[in-house]
């Protein structure tokens, strides 16, 4: 019987019925705003990949001007160079290097918007039998495409087998001619290129939110783009249910395909991310997702390349085995693996900073949910008159948190390596300062008439308003510098 077991056990595995198979097409997305990573950074994230299982990497620099701005010109030799390194390492690395292209700032699409129509989906260029050049009826239009066939055949050149076309950010809801341009570029390189896959996209509706109307019913712009990808296999990505927001679910994902007339989606995952709030870091773990059968995801970093690996890693995990993943045990482990010997350091300062948010983002774990949970114990403990024992009991548990908060961080600023120290110093200073402020603040609490107490908790709070470049713990010590703010009427 054991051996039937065993025998069992791994035939479900090898069948992929024991357990959720990898997503396919899973890694990291270059696709932030500010400056771009560095060849060394770009290097050293493609080596991380391969050694985590990411098995793909979009380059996709906002900020890379022949990306985007100046995207019909062909890369200056040297920059061409540069590619040609990256393409050869990430074929080392075991990754699959994916050029993308954002067109949409002046991109021509033809007479879509104007004729309530596409332009002829299956019209080519550059190559082409002359006929299927005489369907384009605007010169501009075919230049335009051209152009993109021009700078993909150069990377054609270096090796690079997957590319695409991006759409989002942009002004533009042509989704008829988008498609038709998209619909022409596949068709023409892979006729031209057997080894070429299907091209990636995103379109400029690109999150639950703005693809439909508020009751479910796709946008014209929505429906006009899928109906023009509507029997092609070019892979649609999108951001879910907002730009960078949290909790997605299988239901809420299929909505999203009914609105795409049922196409499967990837998932382009705004987190760590945080070229809309760089004042904090996103070092917490991507949060489990519905991945059981979407074909790809990408996670998008931040600028910061060595702290993104944190949250890049447990994407990893979870892409590789979706249906089994923890994201604390990932995070864990992450940290663990990333850290060594500062990795219990690294945990406190990283828990810290996980919760990214402002008015339209909301996505990441909530910063220290143990100490916030500590900081409301106290408060509830004031609020309610408990014994005087219980109060100061929750202060001393504090105060001990707090003294670890600033031997971790101190480590942190002596061990680090200079480069992952540069990433992080302005968030370090600031969370030094707060476990400061928030020390003053605790004595202040146990006797109200200390003065020196109350002089150093406002100067310190008045740092801390006073310099908006960092931010970190905006849920918990935060939390327990307001709280007491209120309580000693400071």
């Known amino acids: ?23 396919p097409l899973r890694g990291v997305i270059e696709g932030f705003y500010g400056t771009p990573w560095t060849e060394d950074a770009r290097l050293d994230m493609l080596a991380f990949c391969g ?21 019909r010109e062909p890369y200056p030799a040297a920059e061409l ?21 954002s067109p949409g700032l002046d991109l021509h699409l033809g007479s879509s918007v104007a004729s309530g129509g596409a332009t002829d989906p299956n019209a080519a260029v550059g ?11 605007d010169g501009s239009v075919a230049a335009d495409r051209a152009a993109m066939l021009a700078k993909f055949e150069a990377l054609y050149e270096l090796g690079v087998r997957d590319f695409a076309i991006f759409f989002d950010d942009i002004q533009s809801r042509d989704g008829a001619g988008q498609a038709a341009f998209l619909r022409a570029i596949d068709t023409e390189l892979r006729a031209r290129h057997a080894d070429v896959h299907p091209l990636i996209t995103v379109p400029t509706e690109y999150s639950y939110d703005i693809m439909q109307d508020g009751q479910g019913t796709p946008t014209a712009y929505t429906r006009e783009f899928a109906a023009g990808l509507k029997g092609t296999d070019i892979l649609v990505l999108y951001t879910g249910d907002g730009v960078a927001r949290g909790g997605l679910t299988a239901e809420s994902l299929a909505k999203a395909r009914a609105l795409c007339g049922g196409r499967p989606l990837g998932l382009w995952w705004n987190y760590p991310v945080s070229d809309y709030d760089e004042a904090k870091l996103a070092l917490g773990p991507i949060e489990k997702l519905p991945l059981g059968d979407v ?28 249906e089994n993943y923890d994201p604390e045990t990932a995070w864990h482990q992450a940290i663990e693996d990333q850290y060594g010997a500062q990795a219990a350091a690294m945990e406190t300062f990283a828990d810290h900073s996980t919760h990214m948010k402002n008015s339209w983002a909301d996505i990441g774990r909530p910063d220290a949910p143990e100490f916030r949970h500590a900081a409301h114990g106290l408060f509830a403990a004031i609020d309610q008159g408990a014994p005087e024992a219980v109060t100061l009991s929750r202060i001393h548990d504090l105060d001990a948190r707090i003294s670890a908060i600033e031997e971790d961080a101190s480590t942190l600023e002596q061990n680090l390596d200079d480069a992952t120290l540069e990433e992080c110093r302005p968030q370090l200073q600031r969370l030094q300062i707060m476990a400061a402020a928030a020390r003053s603040g605790l004595r202040l609490l146990e006797d109200a008439s200390d003065e ?24 918990a ?3 327990l510098l307001d709280g007491i703010t209120e309580r000693v009427g400071e």
């Not at 160079?81 to 292209?101: T, W, Y």
């Open 1 to 23: 019987m054991k051996y039937l077991l065993t025998f069992l056990a791994a035939f479900l595995l090898l069948t992929g019925r024991g357990e959720a198979a990898p997503v």
């Open 51 to 71: 050694r985590t299982g990411l098995n793909a990497y979009i380059y996709a620099p906002k900020d890379d001007p022949y990306h985007r701005e100046k995207w």
């Open 81 to 101: 160079s540069d590619l040609a390194r990256l393409v050869a390492a990430a074929k080392a690395d075991g990754v699959r290097f994916i050029f993308a292209v």
């Open 127 to 137: 190559g082409a039998p002359a006929a299927a050049v005489a369907g384009i009826s």
């Open 295 to 322: 074909p790809a995801i990408f996670f998008n970093p931040m600028k910061h390349e060595r702290l993104s690996k944190i949250a890049l890693a447990t994407g990893a995990a979870l892409a590789k085995d979706p």
């Open 452 to 475: 020196a107490a109350r002089a150093q908790f406002r100067a310190l709070r008045q740092k801390l308003a006073e310099d908006t470049s960092a931010r970190i713990s905006d849920d």
């Open 477 to 479: 010590i935060e939390v």
